[in-house]
């Protein structure tokens, strides 16, 4: 297993924790139950120390792909890096809030609504950031997911086999229905 391997491998972890992170919260909101939420706090902590690995094996996964591949957009490489800097660092913040509250509010202390909500609010604001990173990582080497054309298909016509053909055939219809009302047209005169 190189570097590029292991960084696809958990590089979902991030996205993925986050979101069940926000989803436990907001079942520990809405059930009123501490516990809960102190397991939303946990599973925070975890996911921020799986970023570690991630973030670091980046670079790894660069050098390791960067002009060997030539289905590789690498215009997306340092964009991705870039943002998933951020995105670390905002993950690591949201996750040492998290690890401080765990000593603060031990039992059989409560979580406060205020620390909750604020906590809520930086998860959303964490998982956005994840979520684009996330997508920016996926431009590098899913064409699919982009909205521009990549550069070795500047020179053909936009658009994809199917919708020449139904473009093609939607103007043969439309000339088959102008040439009848044109048709239906010649008759009434006679």
Do not use: C
Request: charged share 25%; proline share 4%; aromatic share 8%.
């Amino acid at each position: 297993m190189n570097a590029a391997h292991l960084h696809l491998i958990i590089n979902h972890v991030p996205v993925i924790g986050t979101a069940i992170t926000l989803f436990v919260l907001i079942v520990g909101l809405i059930k009123k139950s501490d516990d809960v939420k102190k397991v939303s706090v946990l599973i925070l902590i975890l996911t921020a120390l799986i970023t570690i690995p991630v973030y670091v094996s980046g670079d790894n996964a660069e050098g390791k792909i960067e002009g060997n591949y030539e289905d590789v957009d690498e215009s997306f490489i340092e964009e991705h890096e870039d943002f998933a800097y951020y995105s670390f660092i905002a993950m690591n913040i949201t996750g040492a809030i998290a690890l401080v509250s765990m000593f603060i509010f031990k039992k059989p202390k409560q979580l406060p609504n205020t620390f909750t909500y604020l906590l809520f609010a930086l998860l959303v604001i964490v998982f956005s950031m994840m979520a684009y990173t996330g997508n920016l990582g996926g431009k590098i080497h899913h064409p699919e997911i982009k909205e521009d054309k990549l550069p070795w298909e500047a020179s053909s016509t936009p658009g994809t086999v199917k919708e020449k053909i139904d473009k093609s055939e939607n103007k043969t219809s439309k000339e088959d229905k102008d040439n009848d009302r044109e048709n239906d047209k010649e008759d009434d005169d006679k």
